[in-house]
């Protein structure tokens, strides 16, 4: 089994057949559970491991944590609540993705926003001088 980009998408291809066409779903799907995904394409956690850090070149955990992030980034981005977020990703709490949110971002959701919209271009037209 390997694990391969396909434009901007990871895959799992298996013995000459696709065994997932997305990585970041399965994940998702599975709730960032290195032990679930394994599971599902059927191989064990040791061979996933293996799999990772031969065609990704970090483990399954940190690649989970990374994309679980991501999506975070993303919904936030989008306006999602905190709440909402840390539940459809699987947190036990908002406290633990702010937490987890610091630890891979260096700051707090609120704050990654707060810095994200003051880079924000003006609106066309919103200028005084314009």
């Not at 956690?45 to 991501?70: A, H, I, N, Q």
């Amino acid at each position: 089994m390997r694990i391969v980009r396909h434009g901007n998408r990871l895959k799992i291809l298996g013995f000459g057949c696709e065994v997932h066409g997305c990585l970041a779903s399965l994940a998702l799907e599975e709730g960032y559970r290195v032990a679930a995904v394994s599971e599902r394409i059927r191989v064990c956690e040791g061979y996933l491991r293996e799999m990772f850090l031969r065609d990704l070149g970090v483990t399954p955990k940190r690649w989970m944590r990374e994309e679980r992030l991501g999506v975070a980034r993303k919904r936030l981005d989008q306006g999602a609540d905190l709440r909402e977020v840390a539940a459809e990703l699987g947190f036990a709490t908002p406290g633990n993705l702010t937490r987890e949110f610091r630890t891979l971002v260096g700051m707090t959701p609120s704050a990654y926003l707060s810095r994200r919209i003051a880079k924000e271009p003006d609106e066309p037209g919103g200028s005084l001088t314009g």
